[in-house]
């Protein structure tokens, strides 16, 4: 089970330090050099046993050993470790990805929400989190079915349900905070015939998901690294405001 794990975290340069660690209310980011890596704050009463003074200088793949606990603020903490790593702005394009000057781009063809409406025209989706405008966007064109943890509304389905709605579906969307929680590897296995789509900031933009099942890899740069410290700080804003969202399909990973 830990097989995508281990391939993330080994994929990361022995060399790569972190240089900075914050853990806010909502997100939380790793800096190293001048890439930042997002994931989401555990909801937790308990403090992190990786603090931010002891993370600092720390070489990068240990700091992302820790998604690997079951402890969700410190896998936290992995998983931006990761994404620091692979969502780097010269890596990135490396891959072939546009990434514009500008900090903050809205590109709709990045949106998987936006960009595969035609696709799942018709089809049967499932969606594990219940993302802003899903409703609109996607349940006038599917047969569409969503999967709430956290905060479900109606109509929504509980975790469990996964088990019986993913292997039925064409396509399936899965939400980045799988990564730190563990649930990714399960429903990948349960959604072997579909086409799979993970997606969120948190999202690490790493061509090794390719081979474990997921076709797009839908992630989050962020550009603008004091702003987006900040705002992970609890200082305010939108983290997207920090950055471009992109999109790395397989087809194009060819």
């Not at 690997?68 to 931006?80: C, D, M, P, Q």
Request: glycine share 8%.
């Amino acid at each position: 089970m830990w097989e995508l794990y281990d391939a993330l975290i080994d994929g990361i340069s022995p060399d790569a330090k972190v240089d900075a660690l914050i853990c806010g209310q909502t997100h939380t980011a790793v800096l190293s050099g001048d890439a930042v890596g997002l994931a989401g704050t555990a909801d937790a009463t308990w403090r992190a046993p990786i603090l931010p003074d002891k993370a600092l200088g720390m070489p990068l793949r240990k700091l992302a050993g820790a998604v690997k606990s079951w402890e969700f603020v410190e896998a936290g903490i992995g998983l931006a470790a990761i994404n620091a790593w692979y969502n780097d702005k010269a890596r990135l394009r490396a891959l072939g990805l546009d990434i514009s000057e500008r900090t903050h781009v809205e590109d709709r063809s990045a949106d998987p929400f936006i960009s595969m409406q035609r696709d799942i025209k018709g089809k049967t989706v499932t969606v594990i989190g219940h993302f802003p405008y899903i409703d609109q966007l996607f349940a006038p064109v599917c047969d569409l079915r969503v999967i709430e943890k956290f905060e479900p509304k109606d109509g929504d389905y509980p975790e469990q349900a996964a088990d019986y709605l993913l292997p039925e579906s064409d396509y399936v969307f899965i939400s980045s905070y799988t990564f730190a929680e563990k649930s990714l590897p399960r429903f990948l296995e349960l959604s072997r015939r579909a086409h799979v789509t993970v997606v969120g900031p948190a999202t690490p933009i790493a061509p090794v998901l390719h081979g474990f099942g997921v076709n797009d890899i839908a992630g989050l740069v962020l550009k603008d690294t004091e702003t987006a410290m900040r705002i992970v700080a609890g200082f305010g804003g939108n983290i997207h405001k920090a950055g471009q969202k992109l999109n790395l399909r397989l087809e194009d990973a060819r």
